[in-house]
């Protein structure tokens, strides 16, 4: 099959959060399958490199144009050990996209929509045409909306058939409705069945609407997205299209998440000499301006947003740090938990450690450092969080809501089967009572928390299942458009 995987966002080029883990690894996966999966993104300021040049073409936004230069990359990556590459395109704009970060400037939707049509406008002049167009998120809405309204009619796209994934449901892209001229579309796209969402233009709408099939990165998601607590006021449609509505839970890149040989981190370990883990908490606790002392280390590395249910743990600061514990903390996000964050760590020296901004080699200094990792999130699609953390035998704490449900079985509740802890309400005492269990059975059965770590380090998450998912979802989609 022939995919073209389509996001704003993939690592190691540009990375805000769990997307572009996902697209900088699920398209090896699916590659690995025997398929011919090409990626295209935005050339963002920060990507910088010598990228070979393949073509240009004018772009119609309403009644101006702009140039989109098309560039091509071959990552090579090691899947399992042996060398490969991976072909991603780059659409370069000085106009829209030759600026400091990823997302929140004044004409984004100008930029999405300009990306979207991009995307669709390369294919006939690079010679690759897709069986799927594989969407990504809100930005990429405007592809599935296009290629229903306007591309089908020619030949070249009319049989190609549209995925699209959502990879986080609030961030939905809300507009106003001169997206449609942008879109140089008519206004009959802006109703109530289309594209219009309390008088405005919502992107992700789009593709949820013109999608042939429409999924999201857990079982659990998929199921709580059709309810009015987590449908984001999306759940009335998501409920109708039901039947084209799946949940594949992420995997992460086994290569480049592993304890035994990443280079960020103090010293390697394995299920076989996990006595080494020791070392990367001391140099942890080292880097962080931490005691060096055998206490319990809980880390959390997060976007800082409302989603995460931070405020579950600035409620009750007090009453966690009084236990005898260690906490570090690594984020970015909204200002309001910057100031609150940094009091904290003010007020309790030597017991919480803070980070704010994006670090990716403390990120995985925290992953193999601690002993445990929390994620207290009032909702979440899918986590990578805690799947990395599995990986690096440290044990999730978490709320069970969406992807952390579907990954994170308790270890009370399930002894045989446990993987780390979870509470079910979102209160901060019901977190509080996780933390305790962990801690409880930490300082209580070192043997019993040592086949624990053993036990989540040994679970697979890696890609190899659920791309072959992604591969069942990718030959639906063909047949929907067919049918
Ligand atoms: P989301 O996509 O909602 O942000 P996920 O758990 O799916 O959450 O993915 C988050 C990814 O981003 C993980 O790989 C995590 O390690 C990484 N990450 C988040 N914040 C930071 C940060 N401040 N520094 C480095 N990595 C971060």
Redesign the pocket.
């Known amino acids: 099959m022939k995919v073209l995987f389509v996001s704003a966002e993939m690592s190691p080029f540009a990375k805000t ?3 572009a ?1 996902v697209a900088g690894s699920l398209p090896k996966a699916v590659a690995e399958l025997g398929h011919d999966i090409r990626i295209v993104m935005p050339r963002y300021r920060m990507i910088k490199g010598d990228f070979k040049y393949v073509t240009d073409f004018p772009v119609r936004i309403d009644q101006s144009v702009e140039t989109c230069v098309i560039r091509q990359t071959e990552i090579p990556y090691a899947f399992k050990g042996r060398k490969k590459s991976l072909k991603v395109y780059f659409t370069d704009s000085y106009r829209y996209f030759d600026r400091d970060g990823i997302y929140g400037h004044f004409d984004d939707a100008e930029r999405f929509v300009f990306f979207s049509k991009a995307v669709l406008d390369m294919l006939p002049l690079i010679n690759f045409k897709p069986d799927v167009i594989h969407c990504n998120d809100w930005h990429t809405g405007p592809v599935c909306l296009l290629l229903k309204e306007k591309y089908h009619t020619n030949e070249f796209y009319k049989d190609i058939a549209a995925l699209f994934t959502i990879h ?1 449901l609030e961030y939905q892209g809300h507009f106003s409705s001169y997206v449609v001229n942008l879109l140089n579309c008519g206004y009959d796209v802006f109703t109530p069945e289309k594209t219009e969402f309390y008088g405005m233009f919502n992107f992700m709408k789009a593709g949820l609407v013109y999608a042939d099939v429409i999924s999201t990165v857990s079982r659990v998601y998929a199921e709580e997205i059709k309810t009015p607590q987590y449908g984001e006021r999306l759940e009335g449609l998501l409920q109708r299209r039901s039947a084209d509505v799946f949940g594949i839970v992420n995997g992460i890149d086994y290569d480049q998440f592993n304890p035994l040989t990443d280079k960020n981190i103090a010293k390697n370990y394995g299920v076989d000499n996990l006595d080494d883990k020791k070392a990367n908490k001391t140099a942890l606790q080292k880097e962080m301006g931490l005691p060096c002392s055998d206490v319990p280390l809980i880390g959390l ?3 800082l947003s409302g989603q995460k249910g931070l405020n579950l743990i600035i409620d009750r600061i007090d009453d966690m740090l009084s236990k005898d514990i260690q906490f570090v903390l ?3 996000g909204d200002e309001y938990y910057h100031e609150h964050f940094r009091a904290i760590a003010s007020r309790y020296p030597g017991k919480i450690a803070v980070y704010l ?4 080699n403390l ?1 995985q200094m925290i992953y193999a450092g601690s002993d445990m990792f929390l994620m207290p999130s009032r909702f979440e699609p ?4 805690q799947i ?1 953390s599995l990986r690096y035998g440290t044990i999730p704490i978490v709320r069970a809501t969406g992807g952390l449900a579907e990954t994170i079985i308790d270890y009370d509740a399930d002894k045989e089967h446990g993987n780390g802890f979870s509470f079910v309400d979102f209160s901060s005492d019901a977190m509080l009572g996780a933390i305790d269990r962990a801690v409880s059975v930490y300082n209580s059965s070192p043997d019993e928390w040592k086949a624990l770590i053993r036990r989540a380090m040994e679970i697979d998450f890696s890609w190899d299942s659920s791309a072959k998912k992604y591969e069942e979802l990718y030959k639906h989609t063909v047949n929907k458009r067919k049918s």
């Open positions: 959060g769990g997307l883990d986080n590395i997060s976007r690594l984020g970015t901004g994006f670090n990716a990120a899918c986590g990578l969080g990395i």
